[in-house]
């Protein structure tokens, strides 16, 4: 979990595709607009549950500060079930919190300081209810510290199964961030075991309490609790996906993530910063390379992911870990082969991602989505083969790509079937028009043209409405089954 609102965040270029260019992809806009207006993530926070349970004002100020550190969480979070809607809230703010106060690199006197606040936070944030906490973390993280006394009332209404997954994983990541607290990351992690060690300990965590929540809310089975492995691969593959794209922010910052065992195979000065010398062709081949070998290692966390999700039974459940993940696969396909990395941050289009989130519904459509980018990052690979680009990873690559394309191929298979329906009626509708302004003797060229339009919009809009089958079960029925 990485706050990212303190040192270079957003001092660094962000790489966007120029307004027009986003807008001429006519099939994101249309997501864009379904998603803004027509279908977006229902909110469950105003229900009567929540209403009685939680003071107002306290539980208010939750949610406003949940979406001024995280505005595309905030929807994921606020979409799940009244019953765990605000547990999930409240674990996020404490880890957000707890995050902000690792993240501060100028406000404490020492490390030592540092490590002191790190390892008592889980006595003293969670158990004192007038905890604060003043200069520490910037703008909205810094707030969130200074007001954390009216988390903690809205914490100490959360069931007692609940309060203690959060000060467990609270605790626990506390000290694996202050194991690192000491440690010199201006070059990055020193090899690929302390790159895992540092995502368990800031995600993968956040996976296992998360499914401990799950199993405790009722909505999933109680064995969930117990799926600890998958729990974490699926937070290591979310914070590798955030560490390959910030690759330049960390390096400003003077505190970066890429382990040395595979990046120095690649820097011909032993130096992290070598890779931002872009303007040489040498430079620019090695960065892609290294880039290669981090993004088919976080690839190769998908399989694990893709088990995980399958084991899901709640909709809104499956939802809130599916649509991070479909991010996380798309931006390791933007980052692969990508020279941007190396001077801002690569992200994907915003019509994209509300394309993604409205194809998260069924595992089917996850694994669709899974199949497609695989199948972007394969290309690439083999493209590169073919102009002769001889990648050290390109085998490792190819194979990570093939299990998940052969893993998800079903899934793709049936989506591409039920979309054919869609298409079927955006040919049709303009060509009954087109037939229909010929025989009224109109202008049946730019009656075509805008039932083009409209045809493509109903190909669109069709897709994201068709029933499509599914095992999973909306909160409302399992909780009447409980």
């Given amino acids: 979990m990485r706050s990212k609102k303190q040192g270079a965040y957003g001092k660094i270029k962000t790489h966007k595709e120029p307004t027009l260019k986003q807008l001429s992809h006519i099939d994101e806009v249309f997501a864009a607009v379904t998603y803004l207006y027509v279908k977006p993530l229902k909110s469950n926070l105003d229900t009567p549950y929540i209403r009685e349970t939680f003071d107002a ?3 208010a100020f939750c949610d406003e500060i949940l979406v001024k550190v995280s505005r595309s ?3 994921v979070i606020r979409q799940l079930p009244s019953t765990l809607l605000v547990d999930i809230l409240v674990f996020y703010l404490v880890l957000r919190a707890l995050d902000t106060v690792e993240d501060d690199m100028t406000s404490f006197a020492s490390n030592e300081v540092k490590m002191k606040h790190l390892l008592n936070f ?8 007038n905890w604060t906490m003043d200069g520490v973390g910037e703008g909205d993280e810094k707030r969130l510290l200074q007001q954390f006394d009216k988390c903690h009332r809205v914490f100490a209404k959360l069931s007692d199964k609940s309060r203690r997954v959060i000060v467990d994983i609270t605790q626990r990541m506390a000290t694996g961030m202050a ?3 000491g440690k010199d990351l201006g070059q990055g992690t020193v090899d690929v075991d302390q790159y895992n060690r540092y995502c368990h300990f800031v995600a993968g965590l956040v996976g296992e309490g998360l499914s401990r929540l799950f199993a405790a809310s009722g909505l999933e089975k109680a064995s969930f609790a117990s799926e600890v492995f998958l729990s974490d691969q699926m937070g290591l593959f979310l914070q590798k996906t955030n560490i390959i794209r910030d690759y330049l922010e960390d390096y400003v910052d003077g505190r970066a993530f890429w382990p040395q065992s595979i990046w ?4 011909k000065t032993g130096e992290l910063g070598y890779f931002t010398q872009q303007n040489d062709p040498e430079v620019q081949t090695r960065s892609l390379e290294c880039l290669n070998e981090l993004v088919t290692d976080a690839l190769e966390l998908a399989p694990d992911c893709l088990l995980y999700l399958s084991k899901l039974g709640c909709t809104e459940i499956f939802r809130f870990c599916a649509i991070p993940q479909v991010m996380a696969i798309a931006t390791l396909n933007s980052c692969y082969n990508n020279a941007d990395v190396f001077t801002g941050v690569v992200k994907i289009r915003k019509g994209s991602a509300c394309k993604l989130i409205l194809r998260t519904n ?7 989505t899974f199949y497609q980018f695989a199948q972007g990052v394969l290309n690439k690979a083999e ?3 073919s102009q002769g680009v001889l990648d050290p990873s390109y085998s490792r690559t190819v194979k990570i790509c093939k299990i998940v394309m052969e893993s998800t191929a079903a899934g793709h298979v049936r989506e591409r079937k039920a979309r054919q329906l869609p298409w079927m009626a955006s040919l049709l509708i303009p060509a009954v028009g087109v037939a229909a302004s010929m025989a009224m003797k109109g202008n049946a060229k730019g009656t075509s043209k805008n039932l083009a339009v409209l045809g493509l919009g109903a190909f669109t809009l069709t897709s994201f409405f068709m029933p499509k089958t599914s095992d999973l079960k909306d909160s409302k029925f399992l909780e009447n089954d409980n």
């Fill in 57 to 59: 004002d306290d539980l």
């Fill in 73 to 75: 969480f905030a929807a």
């Fill in 122 to 129: 889980h006595k003293t944030a969670l158990a004192d209810p």
């Fill in 179 to 181: 194991e690192f607290v």
């Fill in 264 to 267: 120095k195979k690649y820097s």
């Fill in 362 to 368: 069924t595992l089917d459509e996850v694994h669709d």
């Fill in 383 to 385: 493209a590169n083969r």
